[in-house]
């Protein structure tokens, strides 16, 4: 009788192979790669990415926002906040079919409605769609957001499957508070309500400084910092921004500058510097 065939060979510290396609049994996980397996840096995914709709950004991020994360605007008035957040809204229901909710403890709604419309961003109609809800909490409504656990926002977001939310603005949300101690935990509540939510979200707020530090410790509790400036060089201002912190993202640390377009609203320039930039164009 002929012999069986002899099993393969197996040399030191190999293991049998799995067929393909074959999944380990329920409750049988593969075991996790030892610290020295020589696992690359690229075989990590990155998390999904959503773009954030303003031209030149999302080169400085590796394709855009993480998903689910929390950002925060800063600068000074004027800087340009509310045209970023508001932006990244309209290309979310405009380009990408996601809602969006825009949260406002400062300017009132026709406020925020004109403001988009100097951009050419319709948000009466997005909201009439369905795209895009403003909500407005009036200063004495501030405490209900808190009490309420983010309630009629949580509503919103159920009906109308919002994935973005803007939230203009922090500064404003803890001033209304008595204490600083108050006014913190405010805060630290809100930035888990947003985390709950589980939707990408923009907040404003003012930099304590030109180096984007803030007294209220709010860049802390966010994901991502985003720093907009607005100085002045002689006698003429120009806008600038820099990514100061994004959790788990390469991201750039370079200062580049931007500008306000007619009808499209907010570019950013990656490739130029700011003041050779800011010098050509003005002529100095």
């Known amino acids: 009788m002929a012999k069986p065939p002899s099993p393969p060979k197996m040399t030191a510290g190999a293991s049998p192979r799995m067929p393909a396609g074959a999944m380990p049994r329920p409750g049988g996980s593969p075991k996790a790669p030892a610290p020295n397996s020589g696992a690359s840096a690229a075989q990590i995914e990155l998390a999904p990415r ?141 930035f888990e309500l947003v985390h709950k939510w589980n939707c990408t979200t923009l907040l404003s707020g003012e930099a304590g400084d030109s180096e984007g530090r803030n007294s209220s410790g709010m860049d802390y509790l966010a994901d991502a910092v985003v720093l907009l400036h607005h100085p002045r060089q002689r006698n003429v201002r120009f806008r600038a921004l820099e990514i100061l912190k994004m959790r788990g993202t390469n991201h750039s640390q370079k200062i580049c500058p931007f500008e306000f377009i007619s009808g499209e609203g907010m570019r950013v320039y990656p490739g130029e510097d700011i003041f050779e930039e800011f010098k050509t164009r003005e002529g100095f």
Request: charged residues 25%; hydrophobic residues 35%; contains cysteine.
């Open 50 to 190: 959503v773009p954030s709709g303003i031209p030149g950004f999302d080169e400085l991020c590796e394709g855009g926002l993480e998903k689910g994360s929390s950002t925060l605007c800063l600068g000074e008035p004027g800087s340009g906040k509310t045209t970023f957040m508001s932006q990244f809204l309209v290309n979310g229901a405009l380009e990408h079919g996601e809602g969006g909710v825009f949260l406002s403890f400062e300017e009132s709604k026709e406020s925020i409605v004109r403001h988009s419309l100097s951009f050419g961003w319709d948000f009466q109609q997005l909201e009439k769609e369905g795209a895009v809800s403003v909500i407005t909490y009036k200063p004495h409504e501030v405490r209900r957001l808190a009490e309420e656990g983010g309630g009629l926002i949580w509503d919103t977001i159920n009906e109308t499957g919002a994935q973005r939310i803007a939230i203009d603005s922090l500064s404003a949300y803890v001033v209304l508070f008595e204490t600083a101690y108050a006014a913190r935990e405010a805060q630290r509540n809100l």
